[in-house]
């Protein structure tokens, strides 16, 4: 109903005609390729005007006289206008002149600028720091498509046509498209989860699906350092008008249920809930192993929030300490990509990030001694 296309697959009862499981191939932000038609293109570099990320550099394609949103350095990814509709690929971005955009939603260009310039960054941080070429790590680029349906408050990625997709929201009435840096790093990620563990979209793998998401578009926000979309632990804040304080977002990793929905702590029926909170208990603990028990700035004790650093934890461990972001992202990419399967649940992601941390930097070192206390402040024990 809210446009948003489904790719569902079914486990039903032969006897009883009973669903006994579900899931959707279609990953979404929130609850709730087509060639270039170019011949003798040559790689460009042009300018774009963004909506959430001020003045970027976007690496384009000139071809003959014209520009296209492809960029031939990052593995032939492009970004087409979809011009509203909610069928089909759309059509590549081309222009005259090789700048995008003007800062405002009354162009078309300025959040394919967006979008195109959040993918290339999620591109270089999972290249520079994973080592990793694309989301099928086969050095090609996906296809990003903007202006998707009408009024859509939402993004999502698709197996279906490798590709990821950005509705407008409302324009800005009250949530901006839907293009910012963590929330293209966000459904980016869908990408690489779906060609590594394939964590199923449904129970607690679903909920780790969701998580692994938030935490590499959060990595992907702090590897941009772009001081117009300063790098923080909410996801989507960027979205919402007059938002000063945070006070709107997607998630908040540190304290989830800071959202009303979303689950601090694990408990054994976490499972059966929308994944997009069971998701909270695994950003929590990446939270917690990167930075510690630490309420971030304007967060604490007076403010609309008003965290304290006994709120971030579960079991009363207020002295956890941090290993970085770094490390930290380097240990769920292990633990993801190598030992991570379909049906991992929270126990067996504890195990797994325990592996990654004894591959990494050895069996009782710091960093494992920190994944280990992370998830019992979570109470996965």
Not at 215 to 234: K, L, Q, R, S
């Amino acid at each position: 109903a809210d446009q948003t296309p489904t790719e569902m697959h079914y486990f039903v009862d032969a006897r009883s005609g009973r669903i006994l499981d579900q899931w959707d191939t279609v990953h979404t932000a929130k609850p709730g390729p087509g060639g270039s038609g170019c011949t003798g293109a040559t790689a460009a570099v042009g300018t774009g005007k963004t909506l959430t990320a001020g003045t970027v550099v976007l690496d384009t394609t000139k071809c003959g006289t014209s520009f296209q949103m492809v960029d031939m350095t990052r593995g032939g990814g492009k970004t087409h206008n979809m011009s509203m509709k909610t069928a089909g690929l759309g059509a590549v971005f081309t222009g005259s002149v090789n700048t995008w955009g003007n800062f405002l939603v009354s162009n078309a260009q300025t959040v394919a600028a967006d979008a195109h310039y959040g993918v290339a960054v999620t591109w270089d941080y999972f290249k520079n720091m994973h080592g990793r070429l694309g989301i099928a790590n086969d050095g090609v680029g996906a296809l990003t498509r903007v202006h998707y349906g009408r009024n859509y408050a939402n993004a999502f990625w698709s197996d279906g046509c490798f590709c990821m997709t950005f509705g407008d929201g409302d324009n800005g009435a009250t949530i901006l498209p839907l293009v910012a840096i963590d929330i293209a790093g966000h459904e980016m990620s869908h990408g690489v989860t779906s060609r590594t563990s394939n964590l199923i979209y449904s129970n607690e793998s679903g909920g780790l699906n969701e998580a692994t998401s938030d935490i590499f578009g959060t990595m992907v926000e702090y590897y941009a350092n772009n001081a117009n979309d300063p790098a923080d632990y909410v996801v989507g804040e960027e979205l919402f008008p007059n938002n000063a304080n945070m006070s709107q977002a997607i998630r908040w990793m540190f304290k989830p249920s800071l959202d009303g929905v979303s689950y601090d702590c694990y408990v054994p029926s976490i499972g059966t809930d929308d994944v997009h909170f069971s998701s909270g208990v695994a950003n929590r603990f990446f939270y917690l192993l990167a930075e510690g028990a630490v309420v971030p700035a304007g967060f604490g004790a007076g403010s609309w929030a008003n965290l304290s650093p006994s709120s971030l934890v579960c079991n009363g461990n207020t002295s956890l300490a941090g290993i970085g972001r770094t490390a930290a992202g380097k240990i769920w990419y292990r633990a993801l990509t190598v030992y991570m399967t379909s049906s991992t649940n929270y126990a067996q992601a504890r195990t797994a990030t325990l592996s990654a941390a004894t591959d990494l930097y050895g069996n009782g070192s710091s960093q494992y001694n920190a994944v280990a206390a992370a998830w019992s402040a979570v109470s996965v024990n």
